[in-house]
């Protein structure tokens, strides 16, 4: 199960990829600024992974008036993740979690997927600006979403 609400959220630094090339993405450069919505989902090119992605784009205003930044995690790579975002015009920021650390550490990571190995499964965490996970999910099944009402109204409680 993943981690639970009130633990330390485990810092990482995954790389993201867009039309710039390869940067960092890293949990902690939001601490003290801002709160993070952290989104575990299993593989890009999905339909479930892309109809999540793509509300959470057309959401994104939501989560910019809470102050909140939004990042989503996959075991896929950086490349897959870039192609993927600019043919269904995914607006937020997708980290890859290649080597399965970060997913590992949230405690999210399955063990196989309808035979395909070890992804991450559907989770979402909400993480404060001291780095203190205040919300935490894994859905019953990767065809599950998170409860993203439930995600805003965490949000709108934290400064």
Do not use: H
């Amino acid at each position: 199960m993943a981690l639970s609400v009130g633990s330390k959220a485990p810092d990482f630094t995954l790389k993201s990829k867009n039309a710039d090339g390869l940067r960092d993405v890293t949990l902690s450069a939001n601490f003290g600024k801002k709160n993070t919505v952290l989104l575990f989902f299993p593989l890009a090119f999905t339909g479930v992974c892309t109809q999540q992605m793509c509300d959470v784009t057309a959401g994104l205003g939501s989560y910019a008036d809470v102050n909140a930044e939004v990042i989503a995690v996959s075991v896929d790579s950086p490349f897959a993740q870039e192609a993927w975002a600019a043919k269904e015009k995914i607006g937020i920021t997708i980290a890859s979690d290649l080597n399965k650390t970060t997913a590992r550490n949230y405690e999210v990571l399955l063990d196989d997927l309808i035979g395909l190995g070890s992804v991450s499964a559907r989770a979402a965490f909400v993480i404060d600006k001291d780095g203190v996970i205040q919300y935490s999910e894994q859905t019953p099944t990767p065809k599950d979403l998170p409860n993203s009402e439930a995600i805003k109204a965490k949000l709108a409680t934290l400064s």
